[in-house]
């Protein structure tokens, strides 16, 4: 299409009007010719791909209370709860000891008890735990102010259940602005529903990245991994994985 009236789209509906059509006669555009669309312009969505980066991740654990469904748990749920929270307390002390912030949440502590031992000693005593009586975080405003509070724009989100609060946050989150990665192998949920609570996150475009996936995204380089050992040989051997 080629702008303007006047002498250029004179000129240009003379010249040319055979092969395009000429001027509109009140806008000056031309006609009858449709301009290609770019590649820019064709696509609707350009998808981008990012590394989860250390200085904008704030750790965000759930309700990791050991007590949360008390004595029901079969052995095999017990064993998979268990190995969630180890992971939940390695990737929490490689967190500190990064520099990446960390905000705590515990539903009904009364009932369902305190946060496991485990993983307060590995954020330390500067990290806020918050009660919450709303499955979802984000209806929480201390807790999204703590987040907020951070700086930080990334959530690395652990704890139980991930069908349940796991789920509710991400969302809530994801909906405040936040982009949202769930840490695959440091949620839980029992009775069969671990696989439809990830299943179902995966759906609603939530990240979900494993302990070690996510430890390598915040070191980057080998140079930097092996200060990682060297400084923290108690985080040398993860649980269930390796470094």
Known sequence: ???????????????????????????GTGRGRRTRPTAASSTPMEATMHLIARDDSVLVIIDLQPRFWGDAL?????????AAIARAAWLA?????LGVPAVLTEEDPERNGPTDCGVLDAVGPDSPVFMKHIFGLAACPDIMAA????????AILAGFETDVCVTHSAVGLAEAGYRVVVVADAVYSPAGAQAYGLARLRDLGVELVHCKGIYYDWVRTLAAALAFEDAHPELSEPP???I
């Open 147 to 154: 987040i907020a509070a951070t700086g930080r724009k990334t």
């Open 93 to 97: 002390a490689a967190a500190r000891a």
């Open 74 to 82: 079969s052995a095999a749920d017990a064993a998979g709860a268990q």
């Open 240 to 242: 269930g994985f390796w």
């Open 1 to 27: 299409m080629v702008p303007g009236g006047g002498t250029t789209g004179g000129t240009t509906g003379g010249t040319t009007g055979g092969t395009t059509g000429g001027t509109d006669a009140a806008t």
